[in-house]
């Protein structure tokens, strides 16, 4: 079987939600998809999987992926295009998963952030430790910019997994979490994945998101969709936001 074809061995159940908030599909300018032709088939595959709207994002980081919105932009055009010419019946819209570094700073002073929806903002962590000053920027984010920010997959931060009340003290400041179906499914190691199945018992995701890169996240989520543990997070549909935005 070809890799990149779908198993289909086992019937996957209907979404209670339609909508992708966090994916790295647009061609060629970070981890994510390589090319046109990859997105068009990781995007094929969250159709078939019952999504119909996704919301972009590819990384913006000071030191790795110093993405500018024209280069972002000339992205986004590529993969629109390319699954328009396919045929996929997918609604698209543009975002960025920010690092919190000096480039965010910077676009933020000059008005070059692109939210999701009307003013959200999907901010992340650095993977070595807790940015200095985090909830002094996330109050800023929302009093000054008018941003609401949601923390993208706090469960893979190991520093957060090992003390597990920032979790609740971040919730204090209004902070929204964004959980990757990754994580619940397993992708990762154990340790995230428990993480996450606390959020979940505790009430703590707000959105979930793919963070889909290659067709390897494509193979776990149908593994998700299709397992006993989905149910856990249909349970709490009632606390998705995905198809507010």
Not at 6 to 17: A, H, I, M, V
Not at 74 to 85: D, H
Not at 101 to 116: A, C, M, N
Request: glycine share 4%.
């Amino acid at each position: 079987m070809d890799f990149f074809h779908l198993r289909r061995s086992k019937r996957l159940p209907e979404l209670f939600w339609h909508t992708d908030i966090h994916s790295h599909v647009c061609p060629g300018i970070d981890d994510g998809s390589p090319s046109p032709e990859r997105s068009v088939q990781l995007v094929r595959a969250m159709h078939d999987f019952g999504f119909r709207r996704m919301i972009v994002t590819p990384h913006v980081t000071d030191e790795v992926f110093p993405n500018t919105p024209e280069v972002i932009a000339e992205s986004y055009l590529r993969l629109t295009e390319a699954c328009m010419r396919e045929g996929i019946d997918m609604q698209f819209s543009c975002s960025a998963e920010y690092r919190i570094d000096e480039l965010l700073f910077d676009l933020l002073s000059r008005g070059q952030v692109r939210p999701i929806g009307r003013d959200y903002l999907l901010v992340e962590n650095s993977w070595m430790q807790e940015p200095a000053n985090l909830e002094c920027f996330l109050f800023e984010l929302r009093s000054k910019y008018g941003f609401k920010p949601i923390l993208a997959h706090p469960e893979r931060y190991v520093y957060y997994q090992r003390h597990r009340e920032r979790y609740e003290a971040l919730r204090a400041q209004d902070i929204f979490f964004q959980v990757n179906m990754l994580s619940l499914a397993g992708h990762y190691d154990k340790a995230c994945m428990h993480t996450a199945e606390w959020l979940l018992e505790h009430g703590m995701i707000d959105f979930i998101g793919s963070d889909l890169h290659r067709m390897a996240h494509v193979e776990s989520l149908r593994n998700y969709f299709t397992s006993r543990d989905f149910s856990k997070l249909e349970a709490v549909s009632h606390l998705i936001l995905n198809d507010t935005l």
